[in-house]
């Protein structure tokens, strides 16, 4: 496994998308959505590729979280949790139920 730390989630975005992770999903309502398109996928449809989290500098007990998926379709992007706990927590609880399979290889490593 390799360990590789951002020092911002846009630092991580760029490195990843720069990889072909190009695609950007919402999580709101309960419901992982396409962003370009507004296709919406159930947790089944989801593999979990790499996530990484980050410490916000304004508030040291507030993290975030940051997923890189590649969906049933063939789409893969990233998706990150709109503002506030509950909301993280509905995206935690929503991963929690895809499939995992981190590469052995980082994306931004390839």
Same mark, same amino acid.
């Given at each position: 496994?390799h360990l590789?730390?951002?020092?911002?989630?846009?630092?991580?975005?760029?490195?990843?998308?720069? $990889?072909?992770?190009?695609?950007?999903?919402?999580?709101?309502?309960?419901?992982?959505?396409?962003?370009?398109?507004?296709?919406?996928?159930?947790?089944?449809?989801?593999?979990?590729?790499?996530?990484?989290?980050?410490r916000r500098?304004?508030?040291?007990?507030?993290?975030?979280?940051?997923?890189?998926?590649?969906?049933?379709?063939?789409? $893969?992007?990233?998706?990150?949790?709109?503002?506030?706990?509950?909301?993280?927590?509905?995206?935690?609880?929503?991963?929690d139920q895809?499939?995992?399979?981190?590469?052995?290889?980082?994306?931004?490593?390839?």
């Amino acid at each position: 496994m390799h360990l590789i730390r951002f020092d911002s989630p846009a630092n991580a975005v760029h490195r990843i998308c720069s $990889k072909g992770y190009t695609r950007a999903y919402n999580f709101r309502d309960g419901q992982l959505r396409h962003r370009q398109t507004g296709k919406e996928y159930q947790p089944q449809e989801v593999e979990i590729i790499e996530q990484h989290r980050f410490r916000r500098h304004s508030d040291t007990g507030d993290n975030t979280v940051l997923f890189v998926v590649k969906c049933q379709d063939g789409t $893969k992007g990233i998706v990150m949790p709109a503002d506030g706990p509950s909301t993280q927590l509905d995206l935690l609880l929503f991963m929690d139920q895809a499939q995992v399979r981190f590469e052995e290889s980082p994306a931004y490593l390839m």
